[in-house]
Nanobody
Framework: VQLQASGGGLVQAGGSLRLSCEASGRTFSSYAVGWFRQPPGQEREFVASISPSSINKYYADSVKGRFTISRDNAKFTVYLQMNSLKPEDTAVYYC??????????????????????WGRGTLVTVSS
């Protein structure tokens, strides 16, 4: 599966953006998808993840209550709605996918090594 992230841009603190991760392939509905981000000069970190059926969603503590992950399997797309953005949310955001064959726990979903497929990132810049 190939992934394409989009929707990044420049926004003022307190504003909102919606990122999209569009996938190729007919079996997208069998893939868990995660969003990760890499702030300038820092390591890449987990942001949010969603199971194939949308039953399980996990968020990093830093984004809980502000970010919402969702998916539309008919459109082969996963979304990350980001509200109340802060300057510390500035980063390159990546989406990643992994085919799963059953429920996966939070620990698995937050690990970068759990995902085999990665898209190119999209830059989000939040100005103060």
């Amino acid at each position: 599966v190939q992934l394409q992230a989009s929707g990044g841009g420049l926004v003022q603190a307190g504003g909102s953006l919606r990122l999209s991760c569009e996938a190729s392939g007919r079996t997208f509905s069998s893939y868990a998808v995660g969003w990760f981000r890499q702030p300038p000069g820092q390591e890449r970190e987990f942001v949010a993840s969603i199971s194939p059926s949308s039953i399980n969603k996990y968020y990093a503590d830093s984004v809980k209550g502000r970010f919402t992950i969702s998916r539309d399997n008919a459109k082969f797309t996963v979304y990350l709605q980001m509200n109340s953005l802060k300057p510390e949310d500035t980063a390159v955001y990546y989406c990643a996918a992994q085919k799963t064959h059953g429920p996966r726990g939070c620990r698995w979903a937050t690990l970068q090594r759990s995902y085999s497929y990665w898209g190119r990132g999209t830059l989000v810049t939040v100005s103060s």
